[in-house]
Antibody
């Protein structure tokens, strides 16, 4: 069974940093590109970042470019999101998501339960 | 960046109704569009990928269509368990979600 378990969220002051993790199991993690997607309280979904299976390709939403860094450790089956210079508008539930097929970048078929990041003084 | 305009924002329908939700892209997205269902307190669930491919385990009352800039999710006969918020997602160029459609029972 595919499982994605996020952690690392919490309350953080504006301007500070936080690092999220997503531990994957039930599939060959190193074969799949992975994504971070967030959802502000009561709001819609926003794609945040993508990393290819071997970390060769990395893309960010304009809203986080230069502040967030996506990375992965295939030996540990873990996806990361390093967030710096946090702002109140970064407050959201952060999901990691896996595509349907190893060769696709679409169809987010598997999601974690999310980890909540609250940016407030 | 590609913008996605989803409509309506809110929809009230009766059990058995045919329901349609629309997404319009700011440019041609070549059918690179998915649909997701999100129930309260849950992670989104993939319903349809690449415009009209039904994800495994999703009831056949859900279908998708469209091309170019205009796409539609159709629920042929609304069931009580379909109450949820629905999002489209373009993946032609990076990723952009629509703002969502909240579907409730009348």
């Amino acid at each position: 069974e595919v499982q994605l378990v996020e952690s690392g969220g919490g309350l953080v002051q504006p301007g500070r940093s936080l690092k999220l993790s997503c531990v994957a199991s039930g599939f060959t993690f190193s074969n799949y590109g992975m994504n971070w997607i967030r959802q502000a309280p009561g709001k819609g979904l926003e794609w945040v970042a993508y990393i290819s299976s071997g970390s060769s390709y990395i893309y960010y939403a304009e809203t986080v470019k230069g502040r967030f860094t996506i990375s992965r450790d295939n030996a540990k089956n873990t996806l990361y999101l390093q967030m710096t210079s946090l702002r109140s508008e970064d407050t959201a539930l952060y999901y990691c998501a896996r595509p349907l097929y190893y060769y696709s970048s679409y169809g987010f078929a598997y999601w974690g339960q999310g980890t909540l990041v609250t940016v407030s003084s | 960046d590609i913008q996605m305009t989803q409509s309506p924002s809110f929809l009230s329908a009766s059990v058995g109704d045919r329901v349609t939700i629309n997404c319009k892209a700011s440019q041609n997205i070549n059918k690179y569009l998915d649909w997701y269902q999100q129930k309260h307190g849950e992670a989104p669930k993939l319903l349809i990928y690449n415009t009209n491919n039904l994800q495994t385990g999703i009831p056949s009352r859900f279908s998708g269509s469209g091309s170019g800039t205009d796409y539609t999710l159709t629920i042929s006969s609304l069931q009580p368990e379909d109450v949820a918020t629905y999002f489209c997602l373009q993946h032609s160029s990076r990723y952009t979600f629509g703002a969502g459609t909240k579907l409730e029972l009348k």
